[in-house]
């Protein structure tokens, strides 16, 4: 026998399990039985695609028997089974990275226990220390004939070792028969767990969790038989399968009810919480397969983490195939759930095959087209709710605008993944992406504005869609950039995703509309100012404009009098034709050099500070006005200063003065 330690944020993951920082215990049997299931789907599928597997003979189930006088409660599968190192990798580590980082976020939150944090993603296996206070896991690998006996108490290690076929160990649950593979896992129940061991309490939790697990479930108990008189005489034992065991996908809409897509959701997600959206569509003709979609209410925790595995799996004729669905969806829909079962592709298609098949190509392409839609729906029922006076809307209304808040709260960024990557689509998501406005339509927490209503409300004199970008919203409301807009009433929308300056320029129209970014030049054309003055007022300011430059030097790609400032002296945009600041900071951040943009300078020629410089002959102070002018612009831009002291210092000349 040997003795292991735990990976620490295995470690980390059982204290939280077993100080009851999750809510709700009774979840433990539904990742039993979840664990059961994939590994029965895993053997099927090495059945039909691996010449190792093709000879195994089990038949796929699911088996649970409970000792009531020793309270132990065991879930026995005939699925693929674990080697030796099978156990250490998947019963002693975490391999994500993204669910490590989750743990230790919790771990060091104190109040995760009333966020209820740690309830949004399955903690699986461990999940049984909840009712446990001791587990052993007996296994046999299809195609081995080794056994192992995995146990431990949930804290710190555990032990592996081999067992010999013919020990009572293995009898117990059926080893010593040499086609006897998969795994039992025998869950020894703690003081407050003792309801486990129950006929009715199992069948009532299969019943409400894993009704939809497509493999028989059995329980397996004795039954007392009784005389006429109502004595006992004996007792037989009984076995009955307490799940329907069909394929919830296959059946037909008509029959299901929202309660059964929940309860199938909260087993493929491990979702603590109900699904904000479901799609379920059947298709015939050309080609036929079923697809049921789910959106959650959140984002996935680590939705954002490189290895992020999201949770579309593949069904070929409702045997399972794959969950790499890198290639069933597109990357921005990755917090889409669900399943895809096709009736054409072939049984024993490979993985690699999958890349490049022609079915599967049709399957996505249309189960992408269906999801925006579906979107696009909620959100046009959402925004018809909100013409409908706050205090007078119905509950639907009510309903409508919550989930549509919801979605583009968690959603709105992965689907302006979309109008980057997604060409194809990208007229349809430039319908589902939301954005905050100058405009009350776009103003606070749960406002946002479509570009469709943007247009709507556009002055006759107006031509182009206007943006901002930066990292902070409230900074760019205030940003002096928008004074002359809003004089004009040009709604300007405030853009302050990172991936903004990157999807939005990338986008360059709305329908016939230009997109443009008011940080950026040529984006004040339309702002109504008179051809022959302006050509006059840059005449006049070219003394100033030369006095600036020369000071600023190679800081500057150019200085220019600004048509769009009122009541700000300076402020900073970009070359049209340059990447954003922002993308320089991303690039940076990413450690790669950034493409080293220069800013252009707009001045306010009627401002009292830029006058002071007409007349101006000291050059020092020329320097220091054109200093605070260039850093203070920087500064309301977002951009951080490459030496503040030089502004202080300046500043500090000028005030003394
Ligand atoms: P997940 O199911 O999300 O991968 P779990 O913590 O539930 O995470 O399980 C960890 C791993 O342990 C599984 O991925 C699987 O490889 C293995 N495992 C758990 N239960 C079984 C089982 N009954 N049969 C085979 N492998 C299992
Ligand atoms: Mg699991």
């Known amino acids: 026998m040997a003795e292991y330690q735990f990976q620490t944020e295995v470690n ?3 204290k939280l399990i077993i100080h009851s920082m999750y809510s709700n215990k009774d979840i433990f049997l539904r990742e039993i039985v979840s664990n059961a299931s994939d590994a029965l789907d895993k053997l099927n599928y090495l059945k ?19 000792d009531d006088p020793n309270k132990i409660l065991t879930v026995q599968d005939s699925g693929i089974g674990m080697n030796e190192e099978d156990l250490n990798n998947n019963l002693g580590t975490i391999a994500r990275s993204g669910t490590k980082a989750f743990i230790e976020k919790i771990a060091e939150d104190k109040n995760a226990g009333e966020s209820n944090l740690i309830g949004q993603f399955g903690v699986g ?29 949930g804290t710190n290690s555990y032990t592996i070792e081999e067992i010999k076929a013919d020990s009572d160990e293995a009898k117990k649950y059926g080893f010593d028969k040499a086609e006897t593979c998969g795994s039992a896992i025998e869950m020894l129940l703690n003081d407050d767990s003792k309801e486990y061991a129950s006929r009715w309490k199992i069948e009532e939790l299969i019943k409400r969790y894993s009704d939809h697990i497509a493999f028989p479930i059995y329980l397996h108990y004795t039954q ?19 799940n329907s065991a069909s394929a919830l996908w296959k059946r037909s809409k008509s029959e299901l009810k929202k309660e059964d897509y929940d309860n199938f959701y909260k087993t493929i997600s491990h979702d603590g919480q109900e699904p904000l959206h479901y799609v379920h569509t059947h298709a015939e003709g050309t080609q036929e397969y079923t697809t049921l979609f789910y959106v959650p209410q959140n984002a996935p925790f680590d939705m954002y983490q490189a290895d992020y595995q999201s949770g579309v799996k593949l069904y070929v004729k409702r045997v399972f195939i794959t969950d790499d669905d890198r290639e069933l969806l597109p990357a921005y829909l990755r917090f889409v759930r669900g399943i895809i079962d096709s009736e054409d592709l072939p049984l024993n298609v490979s993985r690699e095959i999958l890349q490049q098949n022609r079915i599967l190509e049709t399957i996505k392409s249309a189960s992408v087209k269906k999801l925006l839609s579906e979107f696009k729906k909620m959100g046009e029922a959402a925004d018809k709710a909100k013409k409908t006076e706050a205090d007078k809307r119905s509950d639907d209304e009510k309903a409508a605008i919550e989930k549509w808040n919801k979605f583009v709260k968690n959603f709105n960024r992965p689907m ?31 406002n946002w504005t479509s570009f469709a209503d943007y247009v709507q409300r556009m002055k006759p004199e107006q031509k182009a869609i206007y943006y901002i970008t930066g990292t902070d919203e409230k900074n760019l409301r205030a940003s002096p950039l928008l004074e002359a807009y809003k004089k004009k009433g040009f709604e300007v929308l405030i853009m302050a995703d990172e991936i903004d300056d990157i999807v939005i320029p990338s986008l360059m129209k709305y329908k016939e509309f230009d ?8 984006s004040d054309d339309e702002l109504g100012v008179d051809k022959d003055e302006a050509k006059k007022k840059e005449e006049a300011f070219k003394p100033v404009q030369e ?42 951040a990413m450690g790669q050099a950034g493409p080293g943009i220069k800013p252009i300078l707009e001045i306010n020629g009627d401002h009292a500070i830029v006058k002071t410089l007409e007349s101006c002959t000291d050059e020092a102070y020329i320097a220091d006005v054109s200093e605070v002018l260039f850093d203070q612009a920087l500064l309301v831009s977002g951009a951080e200063l490459k030496d503040p002291m030089e502004f202080v210092k300046a500043m500090n000349k000028l005030l003394s003065k």
Not at 515 to 522: F, S, T
Request: aromatic content about 8%.
């Open 224 to 242: 007392n038989k009784y005389d006429d008189k109502g004595n006992i005489t004996g007792s037989e034992d009984k076995v009955d399968q307490v």
């Open 416 to 446: 302006k993944e979309g109008l980057y990557s997604d060409y194809a689509n990208r007229e349809e998501i430039s319908e589902i992406v939301r954005f905050k406005s100058t405009d009350a339509a776009g103003t606070g927490d749960d």
């Open 515 to 522: 997109l443009k970014a008011v940080n950026r030049a040529g």
């Open 48 to 66: 039909v695609s691996d010449e190792t597997y093709k000879g195994v003979k089990s038949e796929p189930r699911i088996d649970i028997t409970f």
């Open 12 to 14: 980390q993951l059982l």
């Open 547 to 588: 006095k600036i430059k020369k000071a600023l030097g190679e800081r500057v790609k150019d200085v220019v009098l600004s048509k769009r400032l009122s009541d700000s002296p300076s402020c900073i945009v970009v070359d049209e034709n340059d990447p954003g600041i922002q993308m320089e900071r991303m690039m940076r």
């Open 125 to 153: 296996f461990y999940s049984a220390f909840m009712a446990a206070k001791r587990i052993n896991v007996y296994t046999r690998k299809a195609a081995s004939d080794k056994i192992y006996k995995w146990s431990s108490d």
